[in-house]
Structures are given as C-alpha cells and as structure tokens.
C-alpha cells in the first residue's frame, strides 16, 4: 500500500482532544490476546506500506497547512475504545517505508513520522505498538533531483534538495500516551536519532543496542512466533520523570524518551477513587527507590480516572497532588496490560491514619510478614506494614509524617481488576469501638467539682487522681460533675454522666476529643436559661491524630465533640436579638463605619462582624471588630461617620417596599431618609479594603433588595480548634478544624454558640454534623421538655421537642441562633448515609445526589434537626450546607463564601457546591 500527500487538508477535523493528521491511521483497536502470545504478523497493523510526505505533484496540489497548524504523521497508532473490556490495542508495523518526514512542508506544516493514540480524547492513551523492518528516506529520495519547473521556488527546491535521512520521528501531546516498542532497532538507532540529552549514560548502553534485541534476528519468524519481551521502546517525556537516568534518556527538548533493551513497560488504569476531593486532582506516581516521579491527569475519557504506563519488577507509591494530607480511602485499578509473570507490580498506599486492614475487592486481606511472592502470589496480595515510618519522599504544605504502607501486588499475567480500600474494623467485627465497653455505675452522692482533689481520689474508671495535662479522663455513669476550673490541656474525654459548667467562672477546656455516650450529657445551661459565663472549648490534633472508630459504619474522626450512642450535648450562649442583618447604607472603602438596618441588634462591643461581598468576589467579605455600637443615631452621628446628603448614599427604597422598615417614598438619600426608618452605626476597628454597596432595585414595581448582609459572629460560647488560624492558612495549614457530631440516638442543641475553625478537608467531616439521627423517647432528657420555651424564637424547635413528648419518634436536635465560619470543610450536614465522601467516588455520589433531587428522595428513615437563625461562613470546595433528610427545617439562615476551587484540577471538574443543597 502507498500513500502520499495526505494527512491534512484544508479543514481540520474538530474532536475533543487530540486532533490527527496522519496517512495512516488506526484509530480504536480492540484487543484481546496479550502481545506477548500474540505473534506480530496476526496483530492489527500496518504491513509491507510507503508513505511519502510530499511528491511533486502534491507541490503542485492545494497541500495548505491545517488551521492549527498541526504536524502530519506517516502513521498514528490506536488506542482501544473506551469502556472496552480489554485495552491492550496493540498494533504491528512492520515492512514500512517512509519517505520525506524529515523536513518542514512548502507550506508550514511540521512532518512527524510516527504519532501515537490516534483520535484520542484528553490524556488517554497508554497502549503498546511494535514495530519492525522500518525505512526512512530523505525528501530527496522522491525524485532523483529537485524539478527544473520548480528550481526559482526557494520552499519547493529547498525541500526536494534535503537528503537528512533521519525522520522528524515522534509527537508527544501528554505523558503515558503510548509504548512503542522497536523489536529489531529500525526504529532507535545512530541513524534515526540524534544525540539524546546529555548522551546515552555513561556508556551502559547505545543506540545501536537495539539491534540484537531478543527476536531482532531476520530469521526470527514472525508470523508463528511471538516477539519477546525486552525490545528497546521510545515514550512521551512529557511530565513524567520515572524513567531511570542509567536505562534512558529524554531528547526533542525533553518530550521523547528512549530506554535501552530489557527494560519492559506496562500500562494500568485506575479510577474509583476516593474520598471525592482527590477525584479530578493530578495523580502523581513515585518510584519508590529513586523518588522520581510522574503526573497523570484524570480525564472523564479515561473511565473517570487516570492511565499510567511503568517499568515492570518495581515498587510504586500512588498519592494524589492536593496541598494538605489526605489519604486515598479506596481506588481500583483495571484494564492492565497481560504480559508474563516477570512484568509484575508493586502498587503502594501510605496511610497516615493506621487502617485496621487492607481489604481487596472488599475482602479483607490476611496479614502478611513480608512482600508477597511476586512470581507466585495471587494478584492483589497485600503486604501491610503497621510500623508507622517517616515519609521521606513528600511533604505536604511544608509537613512530613510518618505514615503506614499498604503494599499490593499487581502480577504480570493477569487483568484481574483490583479495588484496594482500607478498613476502619479488622477481622470482621461489626463493632470495633476503639473506647471500649461502657465504663459502668460508679455511685457518688451529691455535686462533684473538678478543681477538688476528692472527686477523684478512689475512682477507678476516673483514674484515681484529678486529670494532668495530657491525660485521658472518664467520667462515670452517675456522676454529676461541675467543671468549675479551666484545666490543662487533656487528651480524650470520655462523658457517660453529666458535666456542666459552672455558672459562676469563666472556663477553658482544651482536649483532644470530647466523646458523650451512654446517656451521659454535657451542657452549659439550658434551652429556658442561656449560660451567663464564658465557655471556650479548644480542640487539638492533626491529620495523623488517632482516629475514635465506633463502629464499621462510625468513624467519628479526631478533634472532635461528639454525642454518640445516646449522649447530649446541650450548649445554651447568651441570646442575640438577630444573628444577620443588612446595610441600611453603602459602606466605601476606606471608612470605620457600618450603618445597619434595625436597632436593638444585641451585638456587643468587642464582637465580631462580617459584612458580605456586593461583588461577584466572595474574597471581599471582610471581618472586623466592634469598638462602639449606636441605636437609632442622630443625624449629627451620621454626618460624622460619612453618612450624609453629599456622602455615600444611603438607599431607603425598601421602607416604601416591605412593611415594618418605615415610610416615605423611595429616595437615594441623605441623612433626613435615615430618620424615616431605624437604624443601627457600628464604628470598627480597622478601614474597609472594599467598596459594598448597598441598592435596593425596582423594576416595574418589583424590589429587589441588593444590600450586603451582615452577621455577627460571637458569643460566649466557642467551639474551636486550639491552632485555628494556621489550620485555616492556605499555604503551611493542614486544612483540619474541630467537628461537632451527633450520631444516631443522641441529642445535640447548640444555641448562641460559635464554632469556629471547623470542619476538616477532604474527609466529610463537617462542622456541625447530624449523622444518622434516630428518634428519641419521651423523657430522654431534661432539655428536650424545657426546649419548648424556644418557641418564641424558633418555631420548629418548639415543635420538634413537643413531638418527642407526645411520642412521635422525632429527635429534637438544632443548631439556633449560631454562627459557624471559617469552614474549612461542609459547614452543616443533617445526613442519612454514611460519609458518602469518603466512601464513593464522586462520579457515583453525584449520580445518586441527582437522582435524589430529581424523586425528592430524601431519607425518612432517620430524624430530622433543625438549622434555623444561624450565620454561615464558608466552605471549602463542597457544600456549604447541605440537607438530606425530609422533614428538615432550614429556615432564616444567612450563608456566604461557598468556594469552587479549580487550582490544580482536571477541566472535567463540573462538579459545583451549593450554599444550599
């Protein structure tokens, strides 16, 4: 077969991708035989074929370079069809003459010999082609000298005169897209290639090695025997430094790699994986002995995942490129190249976290001593090392760990698909509650207080002497203990009876984990009578903290205040008249001055507000302190703040709109406007940055109210994470905050309290969190009656908590009158499964999240809670508060900062996080 002056032509054809302008070109190749039973001559191929780039009367034609200006290849090499079982798409060239693909067209375009992945989508590819009995010739060799009629064209003859016979020989777009394997050194050789950067290494290998590759002999038959494994092969060079200095070496400026005979390569897929933060994130895989690396991109082509291609007999570690730690919780690999048993892989994960187990295919694995066999052990053995050791090839955000490893052996004859997930329960156990069995009845009579020294002198389950700093604390069953001290730094508190504190000091309690089950509880005041004192609870830990495992379908993480099993945390602040409001007027840059809308506020001097952003730049929210607080100001107060008739304008238009604001026809304002409705001046602690305007339009009637809101974010409660400012930094923090959890028949009310610093990234852990809520029977607790008294400011609690009373199986679990921000993960969670986030990856959780929303399929199987009244700030590439289960009340709720993060992200990334879901 010939083929000549084709390749292109005057319109390119428009793919998503990689476009291909190539002579010949096979495009998805399906093949099931390995390559390495499979003889060339019974492949798919191209045999006994010329190209020719360019003849005179291709000069002659209408030859004109592609809109893009894309190269044209003699031949392009497949790739299998996505979603097909096998995807080895090996191909065969063999017998193949090329002919002037070693110098630029008359017209611009760029010839390349050999292209690889034809028609191929967004970083695909991976497949292996062989090649044998390659000729390239120089242009000059298509006419036996430059034509007279052409001789006063300088392109025509300066083409026809090139007698360069080595081919401009490959094109590389992206990294892993193809092996190509020369099985006789036709292909890599002194008189194809030149010089590759800084030279064949030292003198271990040549070009011409190639040569006497096993089954290069001219003899070898390859029509009944199938070539050996070993021949030298060429790879794009693009991102990915995997390939060994002493075996290969880039040229083409770094784009092509060539690899000296007996280095054999493999191509594996991978997808599936989670948690949902890693799914469009770059793949990054390292040679565990040299810490050389290379980047695979996830494409929505490659099955939702990512392809790689490796030197086989070696040991790789797969992690994800994302700034802080976060550890895969599953990933499957599949659709691996069959070679023979000597082509096998080791695929290491790193924990940071010790898993209980490694289970493959969602069999939990036998512990090994050592590697598996890599001969002889079954593909997917698993080799875990419990020993946490110092990760010495990575850090992360400037952070090293020490970290386990899950080693699994990936065998060399096998497809055999493999989903490696770790497990938070070993030996099959359904309950794996690393706090142990509840800790029993301890009688004491009367009050207990922690400052005195007898309340725990002769408690066994206490420990037998008052808390040191570090140290694990149990409070039994029916104990009634006051905190009325701020003790040192402690580490996990385990609550099963009741805790207060007192109502006479302010307190600060640090610990590791507060964990409230069994009936216990831990309250600061109560739903008729908010707490008068300052509570501070600070939470401590990191990314490699012990995790509380409760059960196989409970991980309540670490840093984290719980109430599990049947526990209550009931934490009352003092009450503010509204947690949000709006600007009554523009606030410019530069000024210390907020006019709100409304007076009697309730915010206190020295609390903190947050005013939104009146732009499409959620970063323009700006947080300051309260230094003077001013009802109703006059107008002289006004002038002096900068809000006057020549000043910013001030927008009254909603008093004529909404009832309850004033009266008076809309204006743009002037000091007289504001005596026409309430008004609240807060003076601040620092200038705006930022310009927020407040305008309320009408059109045709119809107002709509554009004003920035803005949300008071104190209390005398706090919840937060003891390092919250660097957790929550961008470059040095681990992205890992304090988790509020109630889980199944618990009770948790948090009302006037602030959490701040919350949430942990990556892992569905949120800040506040209803996980599983189950009904709770009349009585259950104390606060649940007396929770009625919040009717007057929120309905839907009063309800709920009559409903327990009368029996109805509901649990009257909120969050009222709070502000939660600095939300480094979710904000808010009322859900009905366990952590799909962790569990699913995202394609899957997607899916189902669609499909819930389009049957309003919501679970009723679990409780419902109540978010009502709360400030919201925040979420980090995820919902900011989301709801699954029915009957939920989400109402009067002001929520900003919703962040899209695309940095270091797959385009395929169409995934978008809701305020509200």
Not at 50 to 62: I, M
Not at 239 to 246: C, I, M, Q, S
Not at 511 to 519: E, Q
Not at 567 to 587: D, E, I, M, N, S
Request: glycine letters at 10%.
């Amino acid at each position: 077969m010939t083929c000549a002056d084709s390749g292109a032509g005057v319109k390119m054809l428009p793919v998503n991708g990689k476009d291909s302008g190539s002579q010949y070109e096979i495009i998805w190749n399906v093949e099931t035989r390995s390559r390495v039973a499979n003889p060339m001559m019974t492949m798919a191929g191209l045999f006994n074929a010329l190209a020719v780039a360019q003849t005179q009367e291709g000069l002659r034609g209408s030859l004109v370079p592609w809109p893009s200006n894309r190269w044209i290849a003699a031949v392009t090499t497949p790739q299998a069809l996505a979603g097909a079982y096998q995807h080895h798409a090996h191909m065969a060239i063999v017998n193949f003459t090329v002919v002037g693909f070693a110098a630029y067209s008359h017209s611009g375009n760029e010839f390349r010999a050999l292209e690889t992945c034809a028609h191929c989508k967004d970083f695909t590819g991976g497949s292996t082609s062989l090649t044998r009995s390659l000729t390239f010739l120089p242009p000059s060799a298509a006419v036996a000298a430059a034509p007279t009629a052409l001789s006063g064209t300088a392109p025509y003859t300066a083409y026809y005169n090139t007698t360069v016979a080595q081919p401009r020989l490959f094109v590389w777009s992206w990294p892993h897209q193809a092996i190509l394997v020369d099985t006789d050194g036709s292909l890599i050789s002194s008189g194809t290639i030149t010089a590759p950067i800084g030279g064949v290494s030292n003198g271990a290998w040549s070009l011409d090695d190639c040569r006497s590759v096993p089954g290069a002999a001219a003899e070898f038959n390859i029509a009944t025997q199938p070539i050996p494994l070993g021949g030298c092969t060429a790879h794009s060079g693009l991102e990915n430094n995997l390939f060994r200095p002493a075996e290969c070496q880039k040229f083409n400026e770094g784009a092509a790699v060539i690899c000296k005979p007996g280095v054999t390569f493999r191509r594996v897929m991978l997808n599936n994986h989670a948690p949902q933060t890693l799914a469009y994130r770059d793949m990054i895989v390292r040679d565990v002995e040299t810490n050389m690396t290379a980047i695979s991109h996830q494409s929505k082509y490659n099955e939702d995942g990512y392809v790689f291609t490796t030197a086989v007999g070696r040991s790789y570690w797969l992690h994800w490129d994302i700034p802080y730690r976060l550890d895969p919780s599953r990933f499957t690999m599949h659709k691996m190249d069959v070679l023979n048993k000597d082509s096998w892989l080791y695929i290491q994960s790193k924990y940071v976290v010790p898993p209980a187990a490694i289970a493959i295919n969602e069999n939990e694995q036998e512990p090994l001593q050592a590697l598996p066999d890599p001969l002889n052990a079954t593909s997917g053995t698993v080799f875990y090392s419990r020993t946490p050791t110092l990760n010495r090839f990575y850090s992360w955000n400037g952070t090293k760990y020490n970290d386990t490893t899950a080693t699994v052996l990936v065998a060399g004859a096998t497809d055999r698909t493999l989903t490696v997930r770790p497990l938070s329960c070993a030996g099959g156990a359904e309950s794996c509650d690393v706090l142990g069995a509840p800790l029993g009845y301890e009688l004491r009579n009367g009050t207990l207080y922690w400052s005195d020294e007898a309340t725990w002198a002769g408690s066994t389950a206490a420990g037998g002497a008052k808390p040191t700093a570090g140290s694990n604390v149990n409070i039994p069953f029916s104990w009634n203990l006051v905190i009325d001290e701020s003790p040192p730094a402690l580490g996990r508190v385990l609550v099963e009876g009741n805790v207060t504190f007192s109502s006479r000091r302010d307190i600060s309690f640090t610990a590791a984990a507060i964990v409230v089950r069994s009936n216990g509880s831990l309250t600061a005041g109560n739903a008729t009578n908010s707490h008068p004192r300052k509570v501070e609870l600070f939470l401590t830990g990191n990314r490699n903290s012990s995790n509380i495992v409760i059960s196989k379908e409970m991980n309540a993480g670490a840093k984290v205040l719980a109430a599990v099993d049947g526990g209550t945390v009931g934490l009352y602040g003092a009450p503010v008249a509204t947690r949000w409001t709006a600007l009554a007027a523009t606030a410019t840059a530069g000024s210390s001055h907020l006019l709100l809308a409304g007076t009697g506020l309730g915010w206190g001097i020295g609390g903190k507000v947050t005013v939104t952003s009146s732009s499409y730049n959620w970063k323009q929210a700006e947080t300051r302190s309260i230094v003077t607080v001013l009802d109703s100001p006059s107008a002289e107060a006004l002038t002096a703040a900068g809000f006057s008739g020549t000043g910013p304008a001030i927008y009254d238009s909603l008093a004529a709109a909404t009832p309850g604001y004033g009266s008076g026809s809309i204006s743009t304002g002037g000091v007289s406007s504001i005596r026409q409705y309430n008004a609240t001046l807060l003076t601040l602690d620092q200038p705006l940055v930022h310009d927020h305007y407040a305008r309320v339009s009408n059109w045709d009637g119809l107002f709509v109210d554009l004003r920035p809101e803005v949300a008071y974010q104190s209390s005398n409660i706090v919840i937060r994470a003891a390092d919250g400012p660097w957790q929550a930094e961008q470059d040095g923090g681990e992205q890992f905050g304090v988790r509020v959890l109630a889980y199944g028949p618990s009770l948790l009310q948090l009302d006037n309290v602030v959490v701040a610093y919350c949430g942990q990234a990556g892992l569905g852990r949120p800040c506040v969190h209803f996980d599983r809520l189950k009904a709770l029977k009349p009585g259950r607790a104390a606060n649940i009656s007396a929770a009625a008294a919040a009717a007057g400011r929120q309905p839907a609690i009063a309800d709920a908590a009559a409903a327990v009373e009368l029996g109805l199986g509901l649990n009257p679990s909120y969050l009222s009158g709070s502000a939660v921000v600095s939300a480094l993960d979710l904000a808010v969670w009322i859900s009905t499964a366990y952590n799909p986030y962790m569990e699913e990856s995202a394609t899957s959780a997607m899916q189902k999240l669609f499909n819930a929303s389009a049957t309003n399929n919501t679970s009723s199987s679990v409780a419902a809670a109540v978010v009502a009244g709360n400030v919201i700030g925040g979420s980090l590439d995820v919902d900011t508060v989301r709801i699954d289960v029915r009957g939920s009340v989400v109402v009067d709720n002001l929520a900003w900062g919703t962040v899209k993060d695309m940095s270091g992200k797959s385009k395929f990334d169409n995934i978008l996080p809701a305020t509200f879901r």
